[in-house]
């Protein structure tokens, strides 16, 4: 099936940007996605970008999107202890009914 | 708006017990609805997903059943409990055309002892 790969833990000090990566398998994805679980909660939409997209910038959130190497990137500007959480990447694909999450990159910011 | 509720929040049955959560949402017609299960470490997997009332496709084999009685309510239950069933349960819903993006319930944290 299809494989979405991420790291699984990631420190950074409050204040420095933090970069969370995704790599997936599957080329005919459409639409690919971050999202942001804090402790013992669902999961929150934070942006998507479309596959024919190279970077979307949204506030402190920038996605970039690299199709050849099929790597999605999050980065968070300023990071803040309340960015503490898990971040999964998720990639739709064309004719599949459901997304595809990766395992989740625990964000620890240290104050 | 849509919203997605779904209970209980935190569950601890004794192993052999059955299971019933509930996942209902609101606002939206004919969503595709989805349980995943999060394990530490291992992200989301996905348990089972349905395109409509009775229509249920189950993406791997386990001790786990999902019925859909209802356009908007989706049920994920157990005749037996096994202690390998404990993590957390997600219920999710989607409408196809609108980028495949998927909203999430809050989650139950099911601890089977």
């Known amino acids: 099936g299809e494989d979405v790969e991420q790291s699984l833990f990631l420190s950074v000090r409050e204040g420095d940007s933090s970069v969370i990566n995704c790599t997936y398998t599957d080329s005919s994805s459409t639409y690919l996605y971050w999202y942001k679980q804090e402790p013992g909660a669902g999961l929150q939409l934070l942006t998507y970008?479309?596959?024919?997209?190279d970077m979307k910038q949204d506030q402190r959130l920038t996605v970039l999107l690299n199709k050849k190497d099929k790597h999605l990137s999050l980065r968070i500007a300023d990071t803040q202890t309340g960015d503490s959480a898990i971040y999964f990447c998720?990639?739709?694909?064309?004719?599949?009914?459901?997304?595809?999450f990766g395992t989740g990159t625990r964000l620890t910011v240290i104050p | 708006s849509q919203t997605i509720h779904q209970w209980p929040a935190t569950l601890v049955q004794p192993v052999g017990s059955p299971l019933s959560l509930e996942c209902t949402v609101e606002?939206?017609?004919?969503?595709?609805l989805y349980w995943y299960r999060q394990a530490a470490g291992r992200g989301l997997q996905l348990l089972f997903y349905?395109?409509?009332?009775?229509?249920i496709s189950s993406e791997v084999p386990q001790n786990l059943s999902a019925s859909r009685p209802q356009d908007r309510q989706f049920i994920l239950s157990s005749k037996k409990l096994l202690l390998s069933d404990s993590g957390f349960y997600l219920c999710a819903w989607s409408v196809l055309g609108q980028g495949a993006e998927a909203f999430f319930g809050q989650g139950t944290r099911l601890t089977v002892v």
């Open positions: 970008i479309f596959s024919n997209m």
């Open positions: 998720a990639e739709s694909i064309t004719g599949a009914n459901n997304l595809f």
């Open positions: 349905s395109v409509g009332i009775g229509q």
């Open positions: 606002g939206t017609s004919n969503p595709n």
